[in-house]
């Protein structure tokens, strides 16, 4: 396996989780790992992305100014932070990874190579 992604729950609105995604070395190395979520009957949606090279972060401009995406490198792991949670984020958030250095940055997800499993995120009203 290689990207696990964990820490989804079941918050109510304004609450806050924090999303883990533990990669294997090789896939850590990506230029860009990201976060993407997916409700049932639409596609795949970007959330947010952060470069290995130079740390910059990109987000979707539904979740600007209330999620963070960061990474551990001592742990292989990018997190996505999310605060001010909205009934409207209730989704399955996806990591993945991609092996091409895009510019500026891989906003579609067949821009990815890997993924990971899913962590489903239930905000409640």
């Known amino acids: 396996v290689q990207l696990q992604a964990s820490g989804g729950g079941l918050v109510q609105a304004g609450e806050s989780l924090r999303l883990s995604c533990v990669a294997s070395g090789r896939t850590f190395s990506s230029p860009f790992m990201g976060w993407f979520r997916q409700t049932p009957g639409n596609e795949r949606e970007f959330v947010a992305a952060?470069?290995?090279?130079?740390?910059?972060?990109y987000y979707a401009d539904s979740v600007k100014g209330r999620f963070t995406i960061f990474r551990d490198n001592t742990k292989n792991t990018v997190y996505l932070q999310m605060n001010s949670l909205k009934p409207e984020d209730t989704a399955v958030y996806y990591c993945?990874?991609?092996?091409?250095?895009?510019?500026?940055?891989?906003?579609?997800?067949?821009?990815?190579?890997?993924w990971g499993q899913g962590t489903l995120v239930t905000v409640s009203s």
């Open positions: 952060i470069k290995r090279g130079d740390g910059n972060t």
């Open positions: 993945a990874a991609a092996k091409i250095n895009y510019y500026p940055y891989p906003r579609a997800g067949s821009s990815y190579d890997y």
